[in-house]
């Protein structure tokens, strides 16, 4: 299966900068794997694809503040992108320049708070605890979006029910979620189950294989509760489908399936993979070339998604985290 198999050209200027003002006026894209058929529509009118009974899946992964930028003592630009704890104050990172030194110390946020390179990716920061350094980093915008994070994104790229911190990247599917959405669908008997992944930065790590089956993937983090479990069987025995909200929450009810309730998985979906845990999805328009993209091939039959592909690209959709939706049924 070849890394080309994968690609499509994507104009630039429809790669979303910004939210949308209102979460849930972004443009859906309904997709039916059966008739091949394609709708578009709005998020607001999700519920018009759905049906009583049906169970909607979705990642309540919390986004931590885990961009820090900074300064040298040399007046040079610094950057970390903490990854994880290692232990105390001290991180894995992402750690821009390269070049940065052993022992250095970097200004982060105006002189507020500094770190010390404690070692390669290493980043040890002089702070009371966690929550200080949390305080003065920003979010961690994927670097497809050409600008510094603002204010608005601390909410925008944040799902309104994010609960369990510990994602460097949104489960970005949810994004379009308002509470008032989510309480009509709850009103027309659509039910509701969370589950967590933890979104590593492996997210944006590229395919580099040619042969993309010999792609290894990041281990994320994830808990399928019991809850969650029993949910997807009622929902089953109630003649309801099973509707994961994001790549994210599908390859956890994946990995659950396969028989892990919690701990990381390194899961790589691509086509040929038989599905066990969802009958639809719910995802955002993907780059090229990635494991995301990859997925929904999968998920939609890769001939099906590239027509759709094609059409959102026509009718000027706006693509990647803060862009529009797709719902594979």
Same mark, same amino acid.
């Given at each position: 299966?070849?890394?080309?198999?994968?690609?499509?050209? *994507?104009?630039?200027? %429809?790669?979303?900068?910004?939210?949308?003002?209102?979460?849930?006026?972004?443009?859906?894209?309904?997709?039916?794997?059966?008739?091949?058929?394609? $709708?578009?529509?709005?998020?607001?009118? *999700?519920?018009?694809? *759905?049906?009583?009974?049906?169970?909607?899946?979705?990642?309540?992964?919390?986004?931590?503040?885990?961009?820090?930028?900074?300064?040298?003592?040399?007046?040079? &630009?610094? $950057?970390?992108? %903490?990854?994880? +704890?290692?232990?105390?104050?001290?991180?894995?990172?992402?750690?821009?320049?390269?070049?940065?030194?052993?022992?250095?110390?970097?200004?982060?946020?105006? @002189?507020?708070?500094? =770190?010390?390179?404690? @070692?390669?990716?290493?980043?040890?920061?002089?702070?009371?605890? *966690?929550?200080?350094?949390?305080? !003065?980093?920003?979010?961690?915008?994927?670097?497809?979006? &050409?600008?510094?994070?603002?204010?608005?994104?601390?909410?925008?790229?944040?799902?309104?029910?994010?609960?369990?911190? =510990?994602?460097?990247?949104?489960?970005?599917?949810?994004? #379009?979620?308002?509470?008032?959405?989510? $309480?009509?669908?709850?009103?027309? =008997?659509?039910?509701?189950?969370?589950?967590?992944? !933890? +979104?590593?930065?492996?997210?944006?790590?590229?395919?580099?294989?040619?042969?993309?089956?010999? #792609?290894?993937?990041?281990?994320?983090?994830?808990? +399928?509760?019991?809850?969650?479990?029993?949910?997807?069987?009622?929902?089953?025995?109630?003649?309801?489908?099973?509707?994961?909200?994001?790549?994210?929450?599908?390859?956890?009810? $994946?990995?659950?399936?396969?028989?892990?309730?919690?701990? !990381?998985?390194? %899961?790589?979906?691509?086509?040929?993979?038989?599905?066990?845990?969802?009958?639809?999805?719910?995802?955002?328009? !993907?780059?090229? &070339?990635?494991?995301?993209?990859?997925?929904?091939?999968?998920?939609?039959?890769?001939? %099906?998604? &590239?027509?759709?592909?094609?059409?959102?690209?026509?009718?000027?959709?706006?693509?990647?985290?803060?862009?529009?939706?797709?719902?594979?049924?």
């Amino acid at each position: 299966m070849n890394l080309s198999d994968f690609d499509y050209i *994507l104009p630039k200027d %429809l790669i979303a900068q910004y939210p949308q003002k209102k979460r849930d006026e972004a443009r859906l894209m309904v997709l039916n794997r059966r008739t091949r058929a394609i $709708e578009h529509t709005v998020f607001s009118a *999700l519920g018009a694809n *759905l049906a009583a009974n049906d169970l909607l899946v979705l990642n309540d992964t919390r986004v931590l503040s885990c961009r820090l930028i900074g300064s040298r003592a040399s007046g040079g &630009k610094a $950057e970390a992108l %903490l990854l994880g +704890v290692k232990n105390g104050v001290t991180f894995n990172a992402l750690l821009k320049p390269a070049r940065l030194k052993l022992n250095e110390r970097i200004s982060f946020d105006s @002189g507020a708070i500094f =770190g010390v390179i404690s @070692g390669r990716n290493e980043i040890t920061f002089e702070a009371a605890d *966690l929550g200080e350094v949390y305080r !003065h980093g920003c979010m961690p915008l994927p670097p497809y979006i &050409k600008r510094q994070a603002e204010e608005l994104d601390r909410d925008y790229y944040q799902t309104v029910y994010a609960a369990v911190d =510990g994602a460097v990247a949104a489960p970005t599917a949810g994004l #379009h979620f308002t509470p008032e959405l989510i $309480e009509r669908l709850k009103s027309s =008997g659509i039910n509701f189950a969370y589950l967590t992944l !933890h +979104v590593g930065a492996g997210t944006f790590k590229p395919v580099k294989a040619m042969d993309v089956t010999t #792609h290894k993937m990041d281990p994320e983090y994830f808990r +399928v509760p019991e809850t969650c479990v029993t949910s997807q069987l009622q929902a089953r025995k109630a003649g309801g489908r099973v509707i994961a909200v994001g790549t994210t929450s599908l390859r956890a009810l $994946e990995a659950r399936a396969a028989g892990r309730t919690t701990d !990381h998985t390194d %899961l790589f979906i691509y086509p040929g993979y038989e599905f066990k845990a969802a009958d639809c999805l719910l995802t955002n328009f !993907h780059l090229p &070339k990635t494991t995301l993209f990859m997925l929904a091939c999968a998920f939609g039959g890769q001939d %099906l998604i &590239k027509i759709a592909y094609r059409q959102a690209i026509e009718q000027k959709y706006r693509f990647y985290s803060y862009g529009d939706a797709m719902l594979i049924i």
